[in-house]
């Protein structure tokens, strides 16, 4: 086992902890000069991505962005800070969170300005699933997140099943309209 490694089955949220900084330019804003939110959500899938790589030690692919707050505007010119973590690890999901900050580089503050939950699925070369380490949650705030991950995954399958016996209530229906 490396010194960086926990145990063979399970990791912590400090080990696969990513940090990206990035600065505005103007091909990332809008015609008023503020960050576009598909670029923001760019950066925070990268740095979420980061994440869960580092937590399974194997390619991983987008199948969630569960959730974004787009807090403040950002400007060109300022500094992003995304940070992310694993809140949980599924059998072969992972749900990460990220939470990105402003910095003004002149008077060193912070402010807060979007967070977002993705879901990333680890795959094989051959782009089939494979099993993650389990995740262990040390501090009060990482159980916190640990427990809520699991409300929002649960939240996730009871929605994705909604949308399915929707799709299959318009196509009964279509049928009928059109025999």
Request: proline share 3%.
């Amino acid at each position: 086992m490396s010194s960086g490694e926990s145990g063979p089955g399970f990791r912590t949220v400090a080990e696969s902890q990513s940090e990206m900084t990035e600065i505005v330019l103007p091909n990332d804003a809008n015609v008023l000069g503020n960050l576009l939110g598909g670029r923001l959500m760019h950066f925070i899938d990268l740095t979420g991505a980061l994440a869960a790589y580092r937590h399974s030690r194997t390619h991983v692919v987008t199948a969630a962005m569960d959730h974004i707050d787009f807090i403040q505007p950002v400007h060109v010119g300022d500094l992003l800070n995304l940070r992310s973590s694993v809140n949980r690890a599924f059998t072969t999901s992972m749900e990460v969170g990220v939470k990105v900050w402003v910095e003004n580089a002149q008077t060193s503050t912070m402010l807060h300005v979007a967070s977002a939950y993705l879901v990333f699925v680890a795959i094989d070369q051959n782009g089939r699933r494979v099993r993650v380490p389990e995740l262990k949650p040390i501090t009060a705030d990482e159980q916190r997140r640990f427990s809520d991950a699991l409300l929002r995954r649960e939240h996730r399958e009871a929605e994705a099943a909604r949308r399915k016996k929707a799709r299959i209530i318009a196509a009964a229906i279509d049928a009928a309209a059109n025999p």
